[in-house]
Structures are given as structure tokens and as C-alpha cells.
């Protein structure tokens, strides 16, 4: 029997965020991310990988994208607010 997914965590990172591949020659990668005192590594299930392996990372890189993005205009849309408000206030 395959060995599915498991587990659940909500992680809310700060400035001491940090994310990285660990790659090795003949083993699977393994994606850390690492926020304080917490530490989430995601690696494939049952030691192998596969082409469901390669589906899911490809889903991985849309939603960090996605999520990089979103990240991107909340950033700006503050910054656009903030040069408005200095502007506004040395009127």
C-alpha cells in the first residue's frame, strides 16, 4: 500500500524567515523552511520519487509564485499608500 501525505501545520513568518533545497546526489531533495523556534521539512514519501512527486513540486512552485506575487501588491499598494500620506500630510 502507498504511503500518502500526512500531517498539518500553520506557519506565520517574519523577518527571520528562511527557505532552502537540500539536494544530494542519489537521495530525494529535501525543502526546508524555517521561521524561529519552527522548522518544516517536505520531502517525498516512501524514499522514491515520482512523476506524482514531480506534479506536486510543479503545484508547489505555481502557489509560491502566486504567493510571492500577492506578497508583491500588498507591498506596493502600502507603499503607494504610505508616499501618498507623506505627501498629504506635508501639504
Given at each position: 500500500?502507498?504511503?500518502?501525505?500526512?500531517?498539518?501545520?500553520?506557519l506565520?513568518?517574519?523577518?527571520?524567515?528562511?527557505?532552502?533545497?537540500?539536494?544530494?546526489?542519489?537521495e530525494?531533495?529535501?525543502l526546508?523552511?524555517?521561521?524561529?523556534?519552527?522548522?518544516?521539512?517536505l520531502?517525498?514519501?516512501?524514499?522514491?520519487v515520482?512523476?506524482?512527486?514531480l506534479?506536486?513540486?510543479?503545484?508547489?512552485?505555481?502557489?509560491a509564485?502566486?504567493?510571492?506575487?500577492?506578497?508583491?501588491r500588498?507591498?506596493?499598494g502600502?507603499?503607494?499608500?504610505?508616499?501618498?500620506?507623506?505627501?498629504?500630510?506635508?501639504?
Amino acid at each position: 500500500m502507498p504511503v500518502g501525505s500526512w500531517g498539518h501545520v500553520g506557519l506565520a513568518v517574519g523577518a527571520d524567515g528562511s527557505a532552502r533545497c537540500h539536494t544530494y546526489p542519489h537521495e530525494r531533495p529535501i525543502l526546508t523552511v524555517d521561521a524561529g523556534h519552527i522548522d518544516l521539512s517536505l520531502s517525498v514519501s516512501g524514499g522514491t520519487v515520482t512523476a506524482d512527486h514531480l506534479v506536486f513540486a510543479r503545484a508547489l512552485v505555481r502557489a509560491a509564485t502566486d504567493y510571492l506575487s500577492a506578497c508583491e501588491r500588498l507591498l506596493a499598494g502600502r507603499t503607494a499608500d504610505d508616499s501618498t500620506s507623506d505627501t498629504t500630510t506635508a501639504a
